[in-house]
């Protein structure tokens, strides 16, 4: 480091007035040759490279001018002492040349500059070549151009301030502080160290940090350590081996800094040697004391020769004495546990014998302690389980890994205690520790309330399922009353010429029919089981499609306002479910305000993470899109809101509601993967959202379907349907539209045709057919008609509830009940697909 002073007001000659008081650096400026360097001879620089080098050289902040391109370093005397050993070679050098491990940096910043940029750095991070060795370092660094006489940036004026001392102690402090929080959460030994190890190592780039227990015989027992790039020492050491001076040192107290241990005469040649094989170049010890007795050593290594500087010997002493503050805590913790524990805790060997016990194993079994140090352990074990306990413990030894496992120990009463164990072995090979609890109550409990829920559970599967039946009869009475009353109506007036009244019962017939569908829908929908067209939607988009009928269903009386995320993300759902759930959600609210209110449809995006979804089991964590709905209406109690999934539940008045729409909803949005909550409170109102799963690709147009009767062109359907009536429906639906159908009950009339010549355009077919279903029939009817496309009809089929996943290229699906227009624009559709293809 360069000890001139800084200012020196010695006068310049007169032809260099611009030097004058630049001191030390401004005298070296004048003596130099600049004639064969890129600036030229220095009484003909350019004045703004003068007027900016006269202001550089007075200051007395640290201070740099790089000229040109190049960066041709010019510089005050407050600089030079922050060259150091590199002054004055780099005056008038290259930057890049001066400074090689930061050209990248250099680089960057001359060309910022020189094109107009200002840039600047606060408690920038570097890493600088000082000693002979990197240090890592942080400035203030503030850069501006020079301009010449065009108004052009010639040249850099940097001025930097090393803020090195200050940031480090900052993260010193903010360090510990963490440390200290950190280590008081832990309650062992093993955890402690390994987390001070881990911690100091990162910092310092440390090869090894390990914390060790010192005997009074001079033992170092390592439990672990951290390592990086290195081997492992863990295990039990002599500090004898590392001969007298080293151990001379320990009892100084002081810490031990190594800086180069080949190199460092104060270490035996057997110290250097034993230390040099265990991959060490440089280490700092810190010894730890009990009184006069040393109890502990803190140890950070280098794998190769390292100048550890002062801040670094304060932290690891500083660290070394948190560790042992905590180590001991920890220790006084365990002993009050070891007493008052009731669980059985316990010392043993490999051997078969144990050699610490605590009062718990007296209570438990009623064996004194003397009784259970003199006997082997494996004694007491049942004999049935004696060979499986031992191998276990035989296989922990292997391992060094800690194990869990049952088995019966005998009584002082004769009888048999089942006890659940937790062992784990100890660094010194020999030992391990042993946590037993007694299951024997516990047992017992666990079997008498297994039989009472299971009891519960059968009542409650009793009671669920006669609801649900009782609900589907009174509401399927009706509606059969009505198709039938209807059928029987249509078929006495037909009989008495009277066609005038024809009309009304077909309507009466058509609507009962119609509710008979929704509710096998919403039947279908609770029990997961219907099929769902799941698609990458805009959920904004969909509930704006919605607004006007919104506005229709919930009158004037209740005002609706939407709240979108500008953002939203795509969802995967079946958009008619979707607006189904959406409409019932909506009546429901405006039903709960009869007196008028406020309705929110909100929408928004959600991670749902493992800790929220392990409380339910079908709910996967990930991204969700939030679909909510909010009234303030009037809410409801807890116990209702546990009963609203309910199926055939409601809190409508007789007549106006089948309680199927909230299980409905349910039903459909756990199908589709995604999840369910409602929140209400009596008198402030109900939110319902659903969370919908997010969806990657480009959302998709539902085109809706044409309510025109699109006809055939002679094309032939195959209908395979097992059910006669439906088998007649179809075929007569598509006769009537001019295709020839061929309508066959099963798979197997179907496939010797399939196999033949005959001309077929489209298989048409139920999924749930008996024998060999739908979907294998399409399969093996694509291996002779590989581009025959199929349309699958289901009412119910576990196996069709996604179609996503059950449909391939050239496939489609109708649900039952279906309309004849519905129908027609299908097999329409499928058609057309195919002459595209």
């Not at 600047?120 to 240090?135: F, K, S, V």
């Not at 020492?233 to 500090?239: D, M, Y």
Request: glycine share 8%.
């Amino acid at each position: 480091m360069s000890s001139v002073p800084i200012f020196d007001f010695s006068p310049a000659s007169g032809a260099l007035l611009f030097l004058r008081g630049g001191g030390a650096c401004a005298q070296l400026i004048e003596r130099q040759d600049w004639s064969a360097t890129p600036l030229g001879p220095i009484d003909q620089w350019p004045q703004c490279l003068t007027s900016a080098l006269s202001l550089v050289l007075r200051s007395r902040l640290p201070m740099v001018l790089m000229w040109g391109q190049g960066g041709v370093m010019l510089y005050n005397d407050a600089y030079s002492n922050f060259a150091g050993s590199r002054h004055p070679e780099s005056l008038g050098s290259y930057v890049r040349e001066s400074w090689p491990e930061v050209a990248a940096f250099n680089d960057t910043v001359i060309k910022a500059v020189l094109s107009g940029e200002t840039p600047n750095y606060h408690d920038q991070e570097m890493t600088l070549l000082r000693n002979g060795a990197p240090e890592q370092v942080w400035m203030d660094l503030d850069y501006s151009a020079v301009c010449d006489a065009e108004g052009n940036p010639a040249g850099v004026i940097c001025i930097l301030s090393e803020t090195t001392e200050r940031v480090a102690a900052q993260r010193r402090s903010a360090f510990l502080l963490a440390l200290s929080d950190d280590l008081r959460s832990l309650r062992t030994p093993a955890e402690i160290t390994s987390l001070a190890a881990a911690r100091i190592g990162e910092l310092l780039d440390a090869s090894r940090v390990f914390y060790a227990e010192i005997t009074s015989t001079g033992m170092m027992t390592v439990e672990r350590d951290y390592a990086r790039s290195v081997g492992s020492i863990a295990g039990v050491h002599s500090l004898a081996s590392f001969g007298p001076d080293l151990l001379a040192a320990y009892r100084n107290g002081a810490p031990v800094v190594v800086y180069d241990i080949p190199a460092d005469e104060r270490l035996s040649a057997a110290a250097r040697d034993g230390l040099s094989a265990r991959e060490v170049g440089a280490f700092i010890d810190v010894v730890l004391f009990e009184e006069e007795q040393w109890v502990g050593l803190l140890a950070v290594q280098n794998a190769t020769p390292r100048v550890w500087n002062e801040a670094e010997q304060m932290l690891v002493q500083e660290v070394a004495e948190r560790v042992k503050a905590a180590i001991e805590r920890a220790r006084a913790e365990r002993d009050r546990l070891w007493d008052l524990s009731q669980d059985m805790l316990a010392r043993a060997d490999f051997a078969g014998m144990m050699s610490a016990v605590n009062p718990a194993w007296t209570r438990v079994l009623g064996w004194s302690e003397n009784d259970l140090l003199t006997r082997g352990y494996a004694s007491l074990m049942h004999p049935e389980d004696r060979p499986g306990s031992l191998d276990v413990i035989g296989q922990m030894a292997l391992s060094r890994e800690p194990v869990r496992f049952e088995n019966r120990i005998a009584a002082h009463d004769g009888g048999w205690k089942t006890i659940e164990w937790i062992v784990a072995p100890e660094p010194d090979g020999i030992n391990f520790v042993a946590v037993g609890r007694d299951l024997t109550d516990a047992k017992a409990r666990e079997a008498e309330l297994e039989t009472a829920q299971e009891a519960l559970r059968q009542s409650q599967k009793m009671e669920a399922i006669g609801q649900l039946t009782g609900g589907i009869a009174h509401d399927f009475n009706n509606m059969l009353t009505g198709i039938i009353g209807s059928l029987d109506l249509i078929q006495r007036n037909i009989a008495a010429g009277r066609l005038d009244r024809v009309d009304r019962y077909i309507d009466a017939g058509n609507a009962s029919a119609q509710r008979a569908a929704a509710l096998t829908a919403r039947l279908l929908a609770f029990g997961r089981r219907q099929s769902l067209d799941l698609r990458v939607t805009d959920i904004n988009t969909l509930v704006c499609g919605m607004s006007d009928l919104l506005e229709r269903t919930l009158g004037e009386q209740t005002a609706l306002e939407t709240h979108f995320k500008a953002d939203l993300w795509p969802a995967s759902t079946d958009t008619n479910q979707l607006e189904s759930a959406l409409l019932n959600l909506c009546i429901n609210a405006r039903d709960a305000m009869p007196d008028g209110g406020k309705l929110i449809i909100e929408t928004d995006n959600i991670h749902l993470d493992e800790r929220y979804t392990r409380a339910y089991p079908d709910l996967q964590p990930g991204e969700y899109v939030v679909l909510s709905v909010s009234d303030t209406g009037i809410g409801m109690s807890p116990s209702i809101v546990e009963k609203v999934f309910e199926p055939f539940f409601t809190t409508k008045p007789v007549g106006q509601g089948t309680g199927l729409g909230l299980s409905m909803i349910y039903g459909f949005t756990r199908q589709s993967g995604g999840h369910v909550r409602i929140y209400s409170e009596l008198g402030l109102g109900t939110t319902v959202k659903l969370f919908v799963p997010r969806a990657h690709g480009e959302t998709e147009t539902v085109q809706r379907g044409s309510p025109e009767y699109p006809m055939g062109l002679g094309e032939t359907v195959m209908v395979v349907e097992d059910d006669p009536s439906v088998r007649l429906i179809i075929t007569e639906v598509l006769k009537d539209l001019q295709y020839n159908a061929l309508e066959l009950p099963d798979a197997a009339a179907a496939i010797p045709l399939l196999q033949s010549d005959e001309r077929i355009d489209l298989l048409v077919t139920d999924v749930g057919l008996p024998g060999m279903n739908g979907r294998q029939l399409a399969e093996i009817a694509r291996e002779t008609r590989p581009g025959l496309n199929v349309l699958f009809i289901t009412g119910y089929a576990p196996n069709a509830t996604t179609r996503s996943g059950f449909l391939d290229e050239g496939m489609g699906m109708l649900t039952k009940p279906f309309a004849a227009d519905t129908l027609a624009t299908k097999v329409r559709e499928m058609l057309i697909r195919e002459t595209s293809v």
